[in-house]
Each structure stands twice: as structure tokens, then as C-alpha cells.
């Protein structure tokens, strides 16, 4: 009894997955001027590790990103617009 306990708790604290929360976040993102624009900010999205979908709406100027909170964050994804070239900031 006392095996199999401990086998159960130490299979929670390993693992980090039991933590991790799918999240939504809306991004205000400066500079697109085409649909090339929307399509480089979508791409650098979907490159961070954790990024389960990216929609980019070149009209709102705005990206919604669906994201694992355990292989992800806000600073990444601001980051990987950035490194792409355009700017965003949290608008959620």
C-alpha cells in the first residue's frame, strides 16, 4: 500500500504535464501591412514549442494563440513575433 502511494505520488510530481493548462491569449500585433505579414507572424508563432494553433487576422491587426502554459509563455510568444519583426504586446 505504502508502494504504491508513494509510486503515485512520485508519477504527479515527475510529471510536469499534470500541471500544464491549454491557453488563449489574444496579441496586439504592430506593423502588418500584407498577407505576407500575417502569414510571417503566424509562422514564428507556430515555431515555439507548445503552440497548438495561431490565427492571425491581418484586419484586426490581432493574433490568437492556443498554447500549452507548460511549454509556452506570453514572453515566447511575444518574443517570436519580434524576432520575425513585428511587435506585439498582451491584449488579454
Known amino acids: 500500500m505504502i508502494r504504491l502511494r508513494s509510486t503515485a505520488i512520485l508519477g504527479v510530481l515527475i510529471s510536469s504535464s499534470a500541471f500544464a ?3 488563449t491569449i489574444t496579441l496586439a500585433v504592430q506593423n ?26 491581418l484586419n484586426d491587426k ?11 509563455d506570453v514572453k515566447a510568444l511575444i518574443g517570436a513575433t519580434t524576432r520575425a519583426g513585428y511587435l506585439s504586446a498582451s491584449r488579454s
Open 21 to 23: 493548462a491549454e491557453r
Open 32 to 57: 502588418m501591412a500584407c498577407d505576407y505579414c500575417s502569414s510571417a507572424v503566424r509562422k514564428s508563432l507556430e515555431a515555439v514549442p507548445g503552440v497548438a494553433k495561431a490565427i492571425v487576422s
Open 62 to 72: 490581432t493574433a490568437i494563440v492556443t498554447y500549452d502554459d507548460a511549454k509556452a
